[in-house]
T-cell receptor
Framework: SQQGEEDPQALSIQEGENATMNCSYKTSINNLQWYRQNSGRGLVHLILIRSNEREKHSGRLRVTLDTSKKSSSLLITASRAADTASYFCATGENQGGKLIFGQGTELSVKP | EAGVAQSPRYKIIEKRQSVAFWCNPISGHATLYWYQQILGQGPKLLIQFQNNGVVDDSQLPKDRFSAERLKGVDSTLKIQPAKLEDSAVYLC???????????FGPGTRLLVL
């Protein structure tokens, strides 16, 4: 079963704009991760945030986590055409354990 | 550092046939995962190995799916007999023991006709 829901399911923006994707989950977590998947490829890890953290940055990525609302958001600033991909949030219930993925947000960045 | 290797990349079979997928994780990664990703959905864990022992296979359809990780390195996932609903991408991932980040292979795209 899938842990969470991602919103929106699809997002289309112009290059240079910011993209925000949201993820909600149901159970207690140890960590939440975001992965990117280009068409026909495997998943690539982007960023991890632990349950005791509220915000994390990595380059053009900003992730927030609100454990009281069981939700997270991923912000990609100054988007590029190369950011076009599907983005998945995944929750880990414990350290080093399995991940439960959402259904993903399909991002299209038009040049 | 070499990534997670998977083969074959594509496979087309008819229902009721059998198929096997192979995965070689990143060197030194004790934990290995097999996921099934149906079109339009996120990956779903089928089985998790810690070295050559099974940690979690609660979502593995054991009447038709089997997996092994002999010697705690590479792994094989088998489906026998295949059903139409098994059409999906099968992803292998690995991680260091106790570390949350997983590294994924390119996947095997299976089409069952």
């Amino acid at each position: 079963s899938q842990q969470g829901e991602e919103d929106p399911q699809a997002l289309s923006i112009q290059e240079g704009e910011n993209a925000t994707m949201n993820c909600s989950y149901k159970t207690s977590i140890n960590n939440l991760q975001w992965y990117r998947q280009n068409s026909g490829r495997g998943l690539v890890h982007l960023i991890l945030i632990r349950s005791n953290e509220r915000e994390k940055h990595s380059g053009r990525l900003r992730v927030t986590l609100d454990t009281s609302k069981k939700s997270s958001s991923l912000l990609i600033t100054a988007s590029r055409a190369a950011d076009t991909a599907s983005y998945f949030c995944a929750t880990g219930e414990n350290q080093g354990g399995k991940l439960i993925f959402g259904q993903g947000t399909e991002l299209s960045v038009k040049p | 550092e070499a990534g997670v290797a998977q083969s074959p990349r594509y496979k087309i079979i008819e229902k009721r046939q059998s198929v096997a997928f192979w995965c070689n994780p990143i060197s030194g990664h004790a934990t290995l995962y097999w996921y099934q990703q149906i079109l339009g959905q996120g990956p779903k864990l089928l089985i998790q190995f810690q070295n050559n022992g099974v940690v979690d296979d609660s979502q593995l359809p054991k009447d038709r799916f089997s997996a092994e990780r002999l010697k705690g390195v590479d792994s094989t996932l088998k489906i026998q007999p295949a059903k139409l609903e098994d059409s999906a991408v099968y992803l292998c991932a690995s991680s260091l023991w106790g570390v949350e980040t997983q590294y994924f292979g390119p996947g095997t795209r299976l089409l069952v006709l």
